[in-house]
């Protein structure tokens, strides 16, 4: 079993920046590929980003593409997902996800997340 937690989210200005943790419990981080989701009020939830277990290959939403960067600190067992030049449309709930399992083809499908974090508010105001 594998718990997650997500910090760092909070209100800022279009343009600000944000940085968002994610903490897993376990000794097992580094058998895990590790993915941010998020879900604004009304829509679905929808693929972010994702990092690779060994290699540490991203992979993007290519609405965050350029601005967003996901990377893992296996020492701290902490995935993190810097956001830059945020824009009013980035706000949200924003979630951490693993799974033991990857293909490239289901990089953005949710149903294939394992293990959620109960999610952290970002806004971003105009």
């Known amino acids: 079993q594998v718990q997650l937690v997500e910090s760092g989210g909070g209100l800022v200005q279009a343009g600000g920046s944000l940085r968002l943790s994610c903490a897993a419990s376990g000794r097992t981080f580094n058998s895990y590929h590790w993915g941010w989701f998020r879900q604004a009020p009304g829509k679905e939830r929808e693929f972010v980003a994702t990092?690779?277990?060994?290699?540490?290959?991203?992979y993007y939403a290519d609405s965050v593409k350029g601005r967003f960067t996901i990377s893992r600190d296996n020492a701290k067992n902490t995935a993190s997902l810097q956001m830059n030049s945020l824009k009013p449309e980035d706000t949200a709930v924003y979630y951490c996800?693993?799974?033991?399992?990857?293909?490239?083809?289901?990089?953005?499908?949710?149903?294939?997340?394992?293990?959620w974090g109960q999610g952290t508010q970002v806004t971003v105001s105009s």
């Open positions: 990092i690779t277990r060994s290699a540490g290959t991203t």
């Open positions: 996800a693993a799974r033991r399992l990857i293909t490239i083809a289901t990089i953005d499908d949710i149903t294939k997340y394992d293990y």
